[in-house]
């Protein structure tokens, strides 16, 4: 039994951490974007896409954290 809490301690940490840094990545880019649009309305467009790109590869950090805690609790 000792060997099972641990694993579910790992899982959680994982996914402690996994979804708290990508929470916060995202809040600091859409931050810098609106920061940016406002200072330079022309070239707020141009930027959205590149935003939208750069919170989906943060937010792919938080789905491979799923993945591992997963891992670690089923393997």
């Keep these: 039994m000792e060997t ?3 694993r579910y301690l790992a899982a959680a ?35 959205f896409s590149k935003m ?5 590869l943060v937010e792919s950090l938080a789905i491979y954290a799923l993945v591992i805690a997963l891992v670690i609790i089923f393997v």
């Excluded at 939208?52 to 989906?56: C, E, G, P, S, T």
């Design 4 to 6: 099972e809490a641990i």
């Design 13 to 47: 940490g994982v996914m402690a951490i996994g979804s708290i840094a990508p929470a916060l990545a995202e809040g600091y880019i859409a931050a810098q974007y609106m920061e940016t649009s406002g200072r330079n309305p022309e070239i707020s467009e141009a930027l």
């Design 52 to 56: 939208i790109v750069a919170m989906a």
